[in-house]
């Protein structure tokens, strides 16, 4: 079985995270893609810290689409810095799996 990660990204409008979920989809870089609610973002910038709301995108993908779905992510993403934030997946229900691995092939 290949190695399935969780990668996740936020941006700032849920317009925007839907684009970036379909887009993944459509170029089979992820299986799958899901936008969650806003959540507040906290975080330092240029020296002050920052209050934004943003989207959380979670893809599910290979790690031998990993490169393919960060360089699609970095493309399509208009942070300067976008967080990109891969998680293996060390277990889960086998016919899911083999699923993402089939989509992302």
């Known amino acids: ?14 317009e925007k995270a839907r684009a970036l979920a ?6 089979r870089v992820a ?3 899901q936008v969650g609610s806003a959540v507040q973002s906290f975080y330092r910038w240029e020296g002050a ?3 934004d709301p943003e ?6 993908t290979t790690a031998a ?3 393919a779905l960060e360089a699609y992510l970095r493309e399509a993403h208009d942070y300067d810095v976008p967080e990109i ?7 889960g229900g086998d016919d899911y799996l083999a ?3 089939e989509e992302t092939a």
Do not use: H, N
């Open 1 to 14: 079985m290949p190695e399935i990660l969780t990668v996740l990204t936020t941006i700032d409008s849920e």
């Open 22 to 27: 379909a887009g993944a989809i459509e170029r």
């Open 31 to 33: 299986a799958c893609a």
């Open 49 to 51: 810290v920052q209050s």
């Open 55 to 60: 989207w959380q995108v979670l893809f599910k």
């Open 65 to 67: 689409r990993y490169d």
């Open 85 to 91: 934030i891969a998680t293996p997946v060390v277990r």
């Open 99 to 101: 699923w993402v691995a």
